[in-house]
């Protein structure tokens, strides 16, 4: 396996400070401005740390490039990225297909935002990207569009998991409209600063993070625009166990993992479970989304 | 049989805790390192109970009674393997909180189906000894044949606790029933 170098990596401690530093100047700012500013790290309430470089860009569940989880890291290392263009489609007045260069000159910010997976573990992420509502407002979406499609691209010879029939290729994912159009629904460019490594998904992505991180596909090549909900690739795969909206929910437990406490990756072996938070923490933001809805039965 | 094969494979069988030593001392664990433990003692498990069932087709391929010398070592080990993994799950993982470890058991069938394996493989490790054979006498063989039911216990703990059954509970699954094929048909050929 590759060992990083120290210098390939900001170095943490450094990172972490530059953080607290911005961060500082972000609550004077947000004081004045106290516009969209709060919205961006949304503070989920256990937000740690951020996780170390090598263990997001190490540990990864992208079984486009296999099932285990050091697969990705070691099998997307020569994915081809470029050329690369996303389409947008579907109920829309006039579709686009838009290179990725264009996509990646809208302005990206740092979120830092917490990724839970359903198997029981978490991450905190520096993620680089903007609100998934500035790229869907390039386009004229028609009142008849219900809720949004992500395709993740078909590339076998290059992503060697998409031989077998572990899932039906292509991975499928999706949103209601209004979550989509949420502001925390991020599209991610890059992670630590750096343009997004292969194995977390580039050239690009998207991220939820009040919701399981499956919800979340990589290497988005199409954004469809649908009138009926996705038939998206894990409740496809098994709808008992996988519901379309799979909001991280500690009450609703899955058939194999408990969802009410998850393990922080990068923690010492002796370090305890931490409880998990409905909406991971992120209920101030996005609760009212779901208001009226038994989220017990729309798991 | 030379008298160094039984302690070399002993020590043989003691490869998991080597590796499992090694990467805790020089912080290999990885990124969950909780649930690395408790992956590599239950995939460790199900690997000697593999061995274990191996043995008897082995002796019959071979026309050598030598292996069938490894069989209880091995099927204790597959009980010692069980054990840890079990203890490192309720110990490191949820650290002896029960409450939410019963909640398993009863909740997560492939909890369920794995603490079951573990329990019928107690019988078999206590009444593994010489003496306990010629005191069961011909019960004891009936007892012993629990190991197909802790065998199938056990693979289908792993497939359950998948996300996919690619690809390792797949080959652990194809194994299985390759040696519980053997003895269907090994009956059947006693019969003719």
Same mark, same amino acid.
Not at chain 1, 202 to 231: C, D, E, H, Q
Not at chain 1, 265 to 279: C, D, Q
Not at chain 2, 138 to 149: G, Q
């Given at each position: 396996?590759?060992?990083?170098?120290?210098?390939?990596?900001?170095?943490?401690?450094?990172?972490? !400070?530059?953080?607290?530093?911005?961060?500082?100047?972000?609550?004077?700012?947000?004081?004045?401005?106290?516009?969209?500013?709060?919205?961006?790290?949304?503070?989920?309430?256990?937000?740690?740390?951020?996780? &170390?470089?090598?263990?997001?860009?190490? $540990?990864?569940?992208?079984?486009?490039?296999?099932?285990?989880?050091?697969?990705?890291?070691?099998?997307?290392?020569?994915?081809?990225?470029?050329? /690369?263009?996303?389409?947008?489609?579907?109920?829309?007045?006039?579709?686009?297909?838009?290179?990725?260069?264009?996509?990646?000159?809208?302005?990206?910010?740092?979120?830092?935002?917490? @990724?839970?997976?359903?198997?029981?573990?978490?991450?905190?992420?520096?993620? @680089?990207?903007?609100?998934?509502?500035?790229?869907?407002?390039?386009?004229?979406?028609?009142?008849?569009?219900?809720?949004?499609?992500?395709?993740?691209?078909?590339?076998?010879?290059?992503?060697?998991?998409?031989?077998?029939?572990?899932?039906? /290729?292509?991975?499928?994912?999706? @949103?209601?409209?209004?979550?989509?159009?949420?502001?925390?629904?991020?599209?991610?460019?890059?992670?630590?600063?750096?343009?997004?490594?292969?194995?977390?998904?580039?050239?690009?992505?998207?991220?939820?993070?009040? !919701?399981?991180?499956? !919800?979340?596909?990589? &290497?988005?090549?199409?954004?469809?625009?649908?009138?009926?909900?996705?038939?998206?690739?894990?409740?496809?795969?098994?709808?008992?166990?996988?519901?379309?909206?799979?909001?991280?929910?500690?009450?609703?437990?899955?058939?194999?993992? &408990?969802?009410?406490?998850?393990?922080?990756?990068?923690?010492?072996?002796?370090?305890?479970?931490?409880?998990?938070?409905?909406?991971?923490?992120?209920?101030?933001?996005?609760?009212?989304?779901? &208001?009226?809805?038994?989220?017990?039965?729309?798991? | 049989?030379?008298?160094?094969?039984?302690?070399?494979?002993?020590?043989?069988?003691?490869?998991?805790?080597?590796?499992?030593?090694?990467?805790?001392?020089?912080?290999?664990?990885?990124?969950?390192?909780?649930?690395?433990?408790?992956?590599?003692?239950?995939?460790?498990?199900?690997?000697?109970?593999?061995?274990? @069932?191996?043995?008897?087709?082995?002796?019959?391929?071979?026309?050598?009674?030598?292996?069938?010398?490894?069989?209880?070592?091995?099927?204790?080990?597959?009980?010692?393997?069980?054990?840890?993994?079990?203890?490192?799950?309720?110990?490191?993982?949820?650290?002896?909180?029960?409450?939410?470890?019963?909640?398993?058991?009863?909740?997560?069938?492939?909890?369920?189906?794995?603490?079951?394996?573990?329990?019928?493989?107690?019988?078999?490790?206590?009444?593994?000894?010489?003496?306990?054979?010629?005191?069961? !006498?011909?019960?004891?063989?009936?007892?012993?044949?629990?190991? $197909?039911?802790?065998?199938?216990?056990?693979?289908?703990?792993?497939?359950?606790?998948?996300?996919?059954?690619?690809?390792?509970?797949?080959?652990?699954?194809?194994?299985?029933?390759?040696?519980?094929?053997?003895?269907?048909?090994?009956?059947?050929?006693?019969?003719?």
């Amino acid at each position: 396996m590759k060992k990083f170098r120290y210098s390939e990596i900001t170095p943490e401690k450094i990172y972490n !400070k530059r953080r607290s530093f911005i961060k500082s100047m972000g609550y004077g700012l947000s004081a004045l401005t106290f516009s969209s500013v709060p919205l961006i790290n949304a503070k989920a309430n256990n937000l740690n740390e951020p996780t &170390s470089y090598k263990d997001i860009t190490t $540990y990864n569940n992208f079984y486009e490039f296999g099932t285990g989880k050091g697969d990705p890291h070691r099998r997307a290392k020569n994915f081809t990225t470029r050329p /690369w263009t996303v389409k947008i489609e579907g109920e829309v007045e006039k579709s686009i297909e838009l290179p990725i260069e264009e996509i990646l000159d809208i302005k990206s910010e740092e979120r830092i935002l917490k @990724l839970r997976c359903v198997e029981g573990w978490s991450m905190v992420i520096p993620w @680089l990207g903007f609100s998934l509502s500035e790229l869907l407002n390039k386009v004229q979406i028609k009142s008849t569009a219900k809720f949004v499609e992500f395709e993740t691209v078909y590339n076998p010879e290059e992503m060697v998991g998409q031989r077998y029939p572990v899932l039906n /290729w292509p991975y499928i994912e999706g @949103l209601r409209l209004d979550e989509a159009m949420h502001p925390l629904t991020t599209v991610v460019t890059g992670l630590y600063g750096k343009s997004l490594p292969n194995q977390n998904g580039a050239p690009l992505r998207i991220f939820i993070p009040w !919701k399981y991180g499956f !919800k979340s596909a990589k &290497s988005i090549v199409k954004i469809r625009l649908t009138k009926n909900m996705p038939n998206t690739a894990w409740k496809n795969a098994s709808p008992r166990e996988y519901g379309f909206y799979s909001n991280v929910n500690p009450e609703v437990d899955h058939p194999r993992w &408990s969802q009410a406490t998850e393990r922080v990756i990068g923690e010492s072996i002796l370090a305890p479970r931490i409880k998990t938070l409905m909406f991971n923490g992120y209920g101030d933001e996005v609760a009212h989304l779901y &208001s009226g809805m038994d989220l017990k039965k729309n798991y | 049989m030379k008298n160094y094969f039984k302690p070399a494979v002993f020590l043989l069988s003691l490869w998991p805790i080597y590796i499992i030593t090694y990467q805790l001392i020089y912080n290999k664990l990885g990124p969950e390192p909780v649930d690395r433990i408790v992956n590599h003692f239950g995939e460790w498990t199900l690997i000697f109970v593999l061995l274990t @069932l191996s043995m008897t087709p082995l002796k019959k391929i071979t026309n050598s009674l030598e292996w069938i010398k490894f069989r209880r070592m091995l099927g204790l080990f597959a009980f010692f393997y069980a054990s840890v993994h079990m203890l490192s799950y309720v110990g490191l993982d949820y650290r002896f909180d029960f409450e939410p470890l019963i909640d398993d058991v009863l909740k997560k069938k492939f909890i369920f189906i794995g603490f079951s394996a573990w329990l019928l493989l107690i019988p078999l490790a206590i009444t593994s000894s010489d003496k306990m054979v010629r005191i069961l !006498k011909k019960n004891w063989k009936k007892l012993h044949r629990l190991v $197909y039911v802790i065998s199938i216990f056990g693979v289908l703990h792993f497939i359950w606790l998948s996300k996919t059954i690619f690809f390792k509970p797949l080959i652990f699954l194809i194994i299985l029933i390759i040696l519980l094929l053997f003895r269907i048909n090994l009956k059947k050929f006693n019969l003719s």
